[in-house]
Each structure stands twice: as C-alpha cells, then as structure tokens.
C-alpha cells in the first residue's frame, strides 16, 4: 500500500508539461545563430575562428589519392596501399559484412536483396573490371546512385581493402575457366 502513493505521483508527473521541460531543457537555452553578434566576446561576433592546427572533419588529410580515391580530380588506377594477404582477408571480412548484401557474395550482383529491389539493382562489379580503382574507393566514400555513403561504417584502409578484395574477386572471374591462378596469386 505505501508503494502507491508515489506510484500514482509518478503517473501524474509523466503528464506534465513540467517533467518535459525539465528534460527538454536544452532546446528553449540561450544561444547565438550564425553571424549574430555577441557581447561576451572583444571583437563582437558571436562566431569564432576554430584553434590553430584543428582539421574539418570533412577536409582530406594527407595523400588525396589515399583519403578520396582522387588525384587532381581524376580516379586514381592503382591501389595506393601495399596489397598483401592481410589487406586482401581484411578486405573480404568488410566486403561479406558490408557489401555482399546487395553486390552478392562473388560480386555479381546477384542478392535476396537485389531480388527485392524496385529502383534499380545494384551492379554486378564483376562487369565494372575497367573502371579505376579509385572509382570503387570513392563509391563506398561518398555513396553512389542509389548506395549510400558507407564512411561512417569503414574506415579509409578498409575501404582500400574491400577495393583490392572486389579487384581480387574481378580478377578470379577473369581467370575462371583459363589456365589455374598460380599458388602465390592466389
């Protein structure tokens, strides 16, 4: 019986304007929209310069060839990072997880997803072998067509190993039913 009291407190709170203000609090605080001036500050301007040596987020670091895919505004042919076995296993664990949903397991755009898709089915990459390779890096970096941007899910090796698995991947079908890979290719 002694537990209903504050029960019953607790359920007329959960109607009131009080509680969602108390926890909405952040939405109706002080702050200053672009360019508006400010007394806090000397100069008066309520926008500040961002601390010496900051980098944007959205500004390429480094190689561009390496971070975009890009080297002076053209896709970059080759895979700016040493392939070895190590990025090309790196490159299938991200390529299953992430990519063969829709591009298929051996990239041929064949999928449950691909079967399920009205707008438009996703690309057999198998058939894209001539395209650059920074083509493929910036696909995944910026998205393309219908396929988002997956950024957010790897990270820029990741992206250049998926790219070096989905050439390993174009350079398989390109040997099926020739001569066998030599065991070091392989």
Not at 2 to 30: D, K, Y
Not at 121 to 143: C, M, Q, R, V, W
Not at 149 to 158: A, K, N
Request: glycine share 10%; aromatic share 8%.
């Amino acid at each position: 019986m002694r537990w209903l009291i504050p029960a019953a407190g607790l359920a007329a709170l959960t109607g009131c304007n009080v509680s969602s203000e108390f926890l909405q609090r952040m939405e109706h605080q002080a702050k200053y929209e672009y360019y508006e001036t400010s007394e806090f500050w000397p100069d008066g301007r309520a926008m500040r310069v961002p601390p010496a040596g900051t980098i944007p987020r959205e500004r390429p670091v480094g190689n561009p060839g390496i971070s975009t895919g890009r080297a002076n505004g053209v896709a970059v042919n080759a895979i700016p990072l040493p392939v070895d076995k190590h990025l090309l296993e790196l490159g299938q664990k991200k390529y299953n997880i992430v990519c063969s949903q829709c591009h298929g397991v051996l990239g041929d755009g064949n999928s449950v997803v691909a079967e399920n898709m009205a707008l438009r089915l996703p690309p057999s990459l198998l058939e894209l072998a001539d395209k650059p390779a920074g083509h493929f890096y910036t696909a995944i970096n910026e998205g393309y067509g219908v396929m988002p941007s997956f950024s957010g899910e790897l990270d820029t090796r990741e992206r250049w190993a998926v790219v070096a698995y989905v050439r390993a991947l174009q350079a398989a079908r390109s040997t099926a039913g020739t001569q066998p890979v030599p065991q070091e290719n392989r």
